[in-house]
């Protein structure tokens, strides 16, 4: 893992979340307020524009300092959470580990921190019902050796989670005013992250 993987990864993330621009603004409309879009667009962008200032900086350094941009740049409640993400991943960076395990700890301790900042679990309709089950099975694949394999494997347990998110009602953020209004809509934190996820995971599956 170095800058120029993450950097890939945030760019590919980015055509991703442009390519699902409407369906993700749709969702938000329908059980938010509509800027869900609009704040991850603006997430991605600030990151991608720290490019030149953070190439060859270690993996630690480049979370902290793109988490730090996200906290200051990006509204929503979903900008301090994936904020939260960031800068719960970069305090784990371990360069010892092989980058299959070190990844799995940092995404577990970004999402542990996530949970704490926003109050909320699984099976709440937000996009902890995406990340929660990567995080758990990204720990538990991590002694497999096959990449490919993991990747697959993660791609699946995202678009599980998101669809999950469908049929259930919110009980935090906007979502949570609507009650049983808020069934028959994916939650559009869980789309934007299984979209996000499911970018990397290609990667690794198309390398
Ligand atoms: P806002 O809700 O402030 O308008 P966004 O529209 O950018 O912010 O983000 C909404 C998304 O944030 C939701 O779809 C949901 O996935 C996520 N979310 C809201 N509250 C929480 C929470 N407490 N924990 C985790 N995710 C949350
Ligand atoms: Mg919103």
Redesign the pocket.
Known sequence: MDSELIFYSLNQIKTSIDQNKEEIEK??QA??????I???QRGLKATLDLKNELTGKNPDEIFKKIGTKIMTT??????A?LATLLLGMAKKYDDKLSDTKNIAYMFSEGVEA??K????DIG??????V?IPVSEDLIKLSNENDSVFIAKKIKQTAEKGMLY?KNIV?T?????FLGDRAKGHI???????QLAIEAICNIIINA
Do not use: C, Q, W, Y
């Open positions: 969702l938000d059980i938010g307020d509509g800027d869900h609009f704040n991850i990006v509204g929503g409640s979903s900008g959470l996530m949970k900042r926003g109050k909320a709440e309709k937000t996009m902890l019902d990340l998110t919110a935090k953020g906007r979502a949570s939650d559009p934190g869980a789309r934007s992250s």
